[in-house]
Nanobody, 126 residues
Framework: QVQLVETGGGLVQASGSVRLSCAAS????????MGWFRQAPGKEREFVAA????????YYSESVKGRFTISRDNAKNTVYLQMNSLKPEDTAVYYC???????????????????WGQGTQVTVSS
């Protein structure tokens, strides 16, 4: 099975920036859309951003649009989440996930992503 490992989380000041990375195993990484989700304390896991298998299309939740950027480097089997203008409400565990269908434009449904990383904590201080 594919393995996903998120890195880059930590304590960040409000208005600051951080870049999360998700390293994936396997030789078919470039065939799958990838997504980022997050789960804040006391809340359900929610969609943050996704990128198509080709990298040509990206999707964002309204709460992060204009501040976050998802990208991928297929040569490195890595997907990134650049987070700018961070707010305290961005505090959450951030999860990387691989979409369940190859060569697809991804959905934002959690259940459509069968492979998940273990998450990395991002804490934004005031």
């Amino acid at each position: 099975q594919v393995q996903l490992v998120e890195t880059g989380g930590g304590l960040v000041q409000a208005s600051g920036s951080v870049r999360l990375s998700c390293a994936a195993s396997g030789r078919t990484f470039s065939k799958y859309a990838m997504g980022w989700f997050r789960q804040a304390p006391g809340k359900e896991r929610e969609f943050v951003a996704a990128i198509s298998w080709s990298g040509d299309y990206t999707y964002y939740s309204e709460s992060v649009k204009g501040r976050f950027t998802i990208s991928r480097d297929n040569a490195k089997n890595t997907v990134y989440l650049q987070m700018n203008s961070l707010k305290p409400e961005d505090t959450a565990v951030y999860y990387c996930a691989r979409y369940g269908v190859n060569y697809a434009v991804p959905t934002i449904r959690l259940n459509d992503y069968p492979s998940w990383g273990q998450g990395t904590q991002v804490t934004v201080s005031s």
